[in-house]
């Protein structure tokens, strides 16, 4: 029986030689995808060389050396973040938590204390290198902060007047510590949700206590209020009245001064003529007192017996209202003299 023989196949040529061009085509589109990324709106991105922080990319699309040369980590560093210090919003209900809530006073009282923490990334090296879990680093130390101005306070303080000052104090330590350690962590804002007692009696008797405080400042700040929109008006209607009385003062002067040179004129006058001027006074006081009536000046001397048609005078002149008086000048025109009178 005769053997059969096998050849093998030849292996084509250069086939080596296209397995590691091909090779090393993979491996360069592998560490070429590795150059481009993305940097979203809101983030940040480090870029670390072999380990160590080199630079911060911005949002956009970026370049980097292949891996593992440098690599990238992207952090939410443009956004505002919070915490809650004291509860929990779980499924749109707040849940708290006593552990972080509770807190001594300064004079032995216990208080719960509520509040949030507004955070951003401020140093993107001190963030990534100097604190190992930020979230739970910024709790633990915004709590230290809150005990640590609580517990020098007195509790009637720190639910009443006091509450501004504390959240502004603990926002002071809380900025401390993250410099101290140098964490990265720019503090925007920390404020206190709510400061009260613990639930039960003296929370109801502390309450009635704040609200009576508010109700007296209310109160307080109506007086002022109403203080001072009279004063002004008071001080404005007394120097109204004061300039009246002046100008009314002003007044009376002027005209004292004015029926004193009538006076000395007509004393003037008095001493040049005193028969004119007393019958001149004597006609205006009858005008004066009598403003209707008609005056009729006779000559009085003598004993005899004057006759005047008044009433014929009166119709005469009826058709002028405004005359004041009308003067009789001589006797014989209006009466018949007796005796040696008639010439």
């Known amino acids: 029986m005769e053997e059969q023989q096998f050849e093998m196949p030849k292996m084509p040529k250069n086939l080596g030689r296209k397995i590691a061009i091909g ?6 589109l592998a560490l070429g995808s590795t150059c481009f990324y993305t940097v979203q709106e809101q983030e940040k991105a480090a870029v670390l060389t072999f380990g160590k922080y080199t630079t911060t990319a911005e949002a956009g699309l970026q370049f980097k050396l292949p891996y593992p040369i440098q690599q990238v980590v992207k952090v939410p560093a443009n956004i505002t973040q919070r915490i809650e210090i004291g509860f929990r919003e779980e499924n749109g209900q707040t849940v708290a938590v006593e552990d972080e809530a509770l807190m001594i006073t300064g004079d032995e ?11 951003r990334v401020g140093n993107m090296e001190d963030y990534l290198y100097n604190i190992e879990d930020p979230e739970v680093f910024l709790r633990n130390s915004t709590s230290a902060a809150i005990r640590s101005v609580i517990g020098s306070q007195p509790l009637d303080y720190v639910i009443t007047d006091g509450k501004t000052v504390v959240q502004s104090q603990a926002k002071e330590k809380l900025d401390e510590l ?5 964490t990265g962590i720019f503090i925007q804002d920390l404020k206190f949700q709510d400061i009260e007692p613990p639930v039960g009696e003296v929370q109801e008797a502390f309450r009635d206590v704040t609200n009576a405080r508010e109700e007296k400042n209310t109160k307080i700040n109506n007086a002022r209020r109403y203080e001072n929109d009279r004063i002004p008006k008071a001080r404005g209607e007394a120097q109204a009245l004061l300039e009246q009385a002046e100008a009314e003062k002003e007044s009376r002067i002027l005209n004292a001064r004015g029926d004193v040179a009538n006076f000395n004129a007509l004393y003037d006058a008095y001493v040049n003529s005193p028969q004119v001027t007393e019958s001149r006074l004597i006609i205006e006081t009858l005008e004066t007192i009598l403003p209707n009536a008609r005056i009729f000046v006779t000559d009085g001397s003598g004993d005899t017996v004057k006759y005047l048609p008044l009433n014929e005078l009166m119709n005469t002149r009826s058709g002028t209202s405004n005359t004041s008086s009308t003067s009789s000048t001589s006797s014989g025109s209006t009466a018949q003299p007796k005796g040696s009178d008639a010439q």
């Open 178 to 182: 993250n410099e101290k350690y140098n």
């Open 109 to 119: 009282n216990i208080v719960s204390a509520d509040a949030v923490v507004e955070w």
């Open 23 to 28: 090779v090393i085509v993979l491996v360069v």
